[in-house]
């Protein structure tokens, strides 16, 4: 009776102590191997800029294959396209004075694993919209990259077509490129 009642006694002391669920796995971004960028098309040439400041909250449950948590937050007052004078009126056409949060909120991955497709709330210029594109997710043991592009088209967020001297313009739509790397900690 006493090693039955023992062997109950340190069944649930481990029960007890063992933790309900597994840890998630957060990833630690290094943002020397990574970039978020984008590319505009204006009437004569184009032009491309990143967004220097940045951070990504991405978590991964033990033995998920896709990440349950993704959430980007970015500073678009630190938008940049290596040009003074553009940068400047960039950031003046959005605001970034007084709207300068770009953040992306995961809600669902679809497709399937050879193509993955993220859907979630993109938030520009004050205006949150819903956007899906497709992304790659690769990992080689604690090691991920996820990579992306999504065509932007601005007028969603309530900013008008970029327009200087009633001839330069640039397009509304806006491709937006990412290549995130860090490590499952």
């Known amino acids: 009776m006493k090693s ?5 006694l340190l069944v649930a002391a481990t029960v007890a102590t063992a933790p309900l669920s597994a840890a998630a796995q ?18 004569m040439h184009s032009f491309e800029g990143w967004i220097a400041t940045w951070d990504l909250e991405l978590s991964l449950p033990e033995g998920a294959e896709l990440p349950d948590v993704v959430v980007f937050k ?13 940068d400047a009126e960039m950031h003046h056409w959005m605001e970034h004075e007084s709207k300068p949060a770009v953040e992306f909120r995961l809600t669902k991955f679809s497709g399937t694993p050879a193509a993955r497709v993220a859907e979630g709330d993109l938030v ?3 205006v949150t919209v ?12 604690a090691k991920l990259t996820v990579t992306g592009d999504a065509v932007v088209d601005v007028t969603k967020f309530g900013l008008s077509q970029f327009r200087k001297f009633g001839l330069l313009t640039v397009d509304t739509e806006v491709k937006v490129s990412f290549s995130v790397t860090g490590t499952l900690e």
Not at 74 to 86: F, S, W
Not at 130 to 141: A, C, D, I, Q, Y
């Open 4 to 8: 039955r009642l023992l062997t109950l």
């Open 26 to 43: 957060k990833l630690k971004v290094d943002h020397t191997a990574s970039k978020v960028g984008f590319v505009a098309k204006a009437t």
């Open 74 to 86: 970015g500073d678009g007052a630190t938008m940049t396209t290596d040009h003074e004078k553009r």
């Open 124 to 126: 520009l210029h004050g």
């Open 130 to 141: 819903p956007v899906s594109f497709p992304v790659t997710l690769r990992r080689e043991g």
